[in-house]
């Protein structure tokens, strides 16, 4: 188990790893709350006050519209509203590396905020395709 992350039940189907939506929602919510932490702790300094709160902004933004995805009226909406979770995820995974690159905070130390950061962002995206797939079979 990674430090930090609640451990999740998932199942493998059809190729690939089901986890429900209560699931996806703590561990976005974990996301969220790790960056917090995170940018508590970086040094006060200018430049890591300015990319602290891109970084806090988009790592909580994940949470929350997930969130709102699994409140969406249509498959279309769904989709929209994870393409958004996709987009806030990959954008974490940006500036979590700018911080690494830019000498703010250990590689070693964001290890495993990285991996879960590009796990969720992965099943997003598998998410997104798998829903884009099953709504053009119905059309």
């Known amino acids: 188990m990674r430090a930090g992350v ?5 199942t493998f189907q059809d190729g690939f790893w089901i986890v ?3 699931q996806f929602k703590d561990r976005t919510k974990q996301l969220g709350l790790r960056v917090i932490y995170l940018v508590e702790a970086l040094p006060q300094t200018r430049t890591a006050d300015v990319i602290g709160k891109q970084v ?3 790592a909580t933004s994940v949470g929350a519209n997930y969130r709102a995805a699994c409140r969406a009226k249509s498959t279309a909406d769904l989709i929209a509203k994870l393409s958004i979770v996709e987009e ?3 954008e974490t995974l940006y500036w979590l590396e ?3 690159e830019a ?3 250990s590689a070693d130390k ?3 905020l990285m991996q879960e950061t590009a796990e969720i962002l992965a099943m997003t995206v598998a ?3 798998t829903l884009k797939e099953k709504h053009k079979s119905k059309i």
């Open 103 to 105: 000498g703010m905070i």
């Open 127 to 129: 998410s997104i395709k």
């Open 110 to 112: 964001l290890t495993n």
């Open 20 to 22: 429900n939506e209560k």
């Open 6 to 10: 609640p451990p999740v039940e998932q």
């Open 88 to 90: 806030e995820a990959d």
């Open 98 to 100: 700018i911080l690494v």
């Open 56 to 58: 806090l902004r988009s």
